[in-house]
C-alpha cells in the first residue's frame, strides 16, 4: 500500500455526499439507529439501495438481525439529528417524531426523502458489511436543500447564478 490511513482519509472526504440516518427496529418495536453517508442506490429494477455499517457500530447485530432498515435523508436544517445519531448521546430517541410503515423500521419526520426496506443481503467488506435493502414504500418532498457531507465536516448548497 503506497499511502497511509490520513491519505485514504483525505481521498474519500473530497467525494461529496448526503446524509442519512439509518434505522431499524426489532419485531418487539425497540428503535436503533445511526448517522451514514455511505448511502448509495443500487439498482432500479428491483429497487434496491445499500449502506455500509461498521463492524464496531453497537448497532451491527440489531441490523444484521432485524431483516429491515428505513433510510431518512436529512435536510439542511437536519443537522442536530445528525449529531445525535452519531455520538453518544443518551436516548437518540427522546423527543424525536417518527412513525412505521410497512416493515416497522421507524421514518423519521421532517426529511428530504425516505425509503422503507426490507433486507436482502448483508455483504462482508472489510472493517464494515454492506447492507442491502429492497425499498418496499417511499415518500419524498418536491422542495427542500439536503445537509450534505464534505471533507470530514458538514455543509450545505448554495444556490449560483
Ligand atoms: C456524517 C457521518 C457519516 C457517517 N457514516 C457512517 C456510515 O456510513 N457507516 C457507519 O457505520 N458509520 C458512519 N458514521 C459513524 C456513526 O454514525 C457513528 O459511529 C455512530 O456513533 C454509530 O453508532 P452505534 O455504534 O450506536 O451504531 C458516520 C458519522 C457521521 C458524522
Known amino acids: 500500500m503506497s499511502f497511509d490511513r490520513r491519505a485514504f482519509r483525505n481521498a474519500l472526504g473530497c467525494f461529496a455526499t448526503g446524509i442519512t ?8 418495536g425497540e428503535t436503533f439507529g445511526l448517522t451514514a453517508n455511505s448511502f448509495s442506490s443500487v439498482s432500479l429494477d428491483p429497487p434496491l439501495v ?8 453497537n448497532n451491527l447485530d440489531v441490523f444484521t438481525s432485524s431483516g429491515r432498515f428505513a433510510v431518512n435523508v436529512l435536510a439542511e436544517g437536519q443537522r442536530d439529528l445528525s449529531v445525535r445519531f452519531s455520538t ?3 436516548d437518540r430517541w427522546e423527543g424525536l417524531t417518527w412513525e412505521t410503515w410497512e416493515t416497522g423500521a421507524p421514518i ?5 426523502a425516505s425509503m422503507d ?5 448483508v455483504h462482508d467488506a472489510g472493517d464494515h ?15 427542500g436543500k439536503p445537509l450534505l457531507y464534505y471533507k470530514g465536516d458538514y455543509a450545505g448548497i448554495t444556490d449560483q447564478g
Open 117 to 121: 426496506c426490507a433486507t436482502e443481503a
Open 129 to 143: 458489511v454492506i447492507m442491502v435493502g429492497r425499498v418496499k414504500r417511499l415518500a419524498s418532498v418536491a422542495e
Open 88 to 90: 453518544a448521546f443518551g
Open 108 to 112: 423519521l419526520a421532517g426529511c428530504l
Open 21 to 28: 440516518v439509518i434505522t431499524t427496529a426489532t419485531d418487539a
Open 50 to 57: 445499500l449502506f455500509c455499517l461498521g463492524k464496531t457500530s
